[in-house]
């Protein structure tokens, strides 16, 4: 029964996702825009891949109630895309082509954001298991439902957002009750109480990481390492966009929300879990190398002209020269400062991995000068245990009448 509900919910927001691009893509498609026309495209992949991850989680962890979470969040990001398509073409487009628009319109600008909301608070706060970290949780997940509803509410029954967007400017909320200014101040004081609450149901998430264990402690280092490359991105995105005065689309910023759907999806699958440890190691090294390399090459570009050019008092450009010989020094460089990050990245990060390989190298060094067979024994025995840390050590040799002796580790 929940396998088929789960079923029907990923198939209404896909319909809902066919629908999105009707009114503007498929009816007025000669006046649309590549602009808008790319916009419609990303948003309804969006979706989908909510609704596809969804919808798997619930078949594959039917009692993970993270997979509902992503259906309905795929539904109502579905629904309210839908509605604003539709008000748009009628309103806009096609003046009183279309019944019913301003209703529409109206729910659709009442759940635009409901969507985005139900991922930064209930993800965070249930996250892996489906589950509050404890009960003393409860209070703040009672606090997100009434935020959450209270948002929709007021959005509902206030006066459309005024903004710079057309659709804005001519949509009218047939049951509206509260003026502007009462309606933009409880949306206000709603946005600030649900961004306090995701913080805190981040925090929960860090409690929750510093008990866990095993698998669960590999699936919130997924979430963990999606969410600072997503913070990554978004700090790149803001300062193309505010310091280059570069162009992004509102839903690049979405990017990063997907991003952390299929890392979601992946931890709570289990598939290829313990690789997370693998790709923050080759993150932590290639990062920290890509940093150095890029910071020896403009020194010896940029900084090596400048020299030149004050010296002799000249402005010339970049000479060929310095570039040939800077691309050579890094080249020259890669190898052996990969390697040096990679034993700077284990012995700070990875300590354990590190002692282990030390000792596995000085049992390889110990086994070409060692012959007595009770000494290298021994020391087998203690790499073993030292490396691995096994309940019970045995070791048998093939030819051998005599019992070799055992151990039993703590």
Not at 74 to 102: C, E, H, K, Q, T
Not at 107 to 116: A, C, H, M, R
């Amino acid at each position: 029964m929940k396998r088929r509900l789960a079923r029907i919910l990923a198939i209404l927001a896909l319909l809902f996702v066919a629908g999105i691009s009707i009114p503007t893509v498929l009816l007025d498609a000669p006046e649309m825009s590549p602009a808008t026309l790319a916009h419609d495209i990303f948003e309804a992949l969006i979706v989908v891949c909510f609704a596809a991850v969804g919808a798997l989680i619930v078949v594959r962890r039917p009692r993970n109630s993270i997979g509902w979470l992503f259906c309905m969040a795929a539904m109502v990001w579905a629904l309210s895309a839908f509605s604003l398509g539709y008000a748009d073409y009628a309103l806009i487009m096609r003046p009183g082509a279309l019944p019913a628009a301003n209703w529409l319109g109206t729910i659709g600008n009442s759940t635009q954001s409901l969507g985005f909301f139900l991922i930064f608070t209930y993800l965070l706060l249930l996250f892996p298991t489906g589950h509050l970290p404890s009960p003393r949780w409860r209070p703040l997940f009672a606090a997100v439902s009434v935020f959450l509803v209270g948002l929709v509410l007021a959005t509902l029954l206030g006066a459309p957002v005024e903004n710079n967007t057309p659709l804005a400017l001519v949509l009218k909320n047939p049951i509206a009750i509260l003026d502007n200014d009462m309606s933009n101040t409880i949306q206000t004081l709603l946005n600030f109480g649900l961004f306090i609450s995701a913080i805190l149901c981040g925090v929960s998430l860090i409690v929750r990481s510093r008990h866990a264990s095993g698998v669960e402690r590999q699936q919130i280092k997924w979430l963990g390492y999606t969410a600072i490359l997503c913070i990554v991105f978004v700090i790149f995105l803001i300062f193309v966009v505010f310091v280059w005065n570069g162009n992004a689309s509102d839903l690049v910023f979405y990017l990063p929300l997907v991003a952390i759907v299929l890392a979601t999806g992946i931890s709570i699958l289990r598939y290829r879990l313990f690789d997370i440890d693998v790709l923050i190691n080759r993150t932590l090294v290639y990062g920290s190398l890509t940093a150095i390399l890029v910071a020896v090459y403009f020194v010896g570009v940029v900084g090596a002209q400048a020299l030149i050019n004050a010296l002799t008092g000249q402005h010339e450009q970049q000479s060929p020269i310095l570039i040939v010989i800077t691309t050579l020094l890094v080249a020259a460089l890669f190898q052996p400062l990969r390697q040096r990050m990679q034993r700077f990245i284990d012995r700070r990060f990875y300590r354990s991995r590190y002692d282990a390989r030390k000792l596995l190298d000085t049992f390889g060094a110990s086994l070409r000068s060692e012959v007595e067979l009770t000494h290298l024994t021994n020391s087998l025995m203690e790499t073993v245990e030292q490396t691995m840390h096994p309940a019970h050590i045995s070791l048998w040799l093939r030819g051998q009448n005599t019992s070799l002796p055992t151990k039993q580790t703590p």
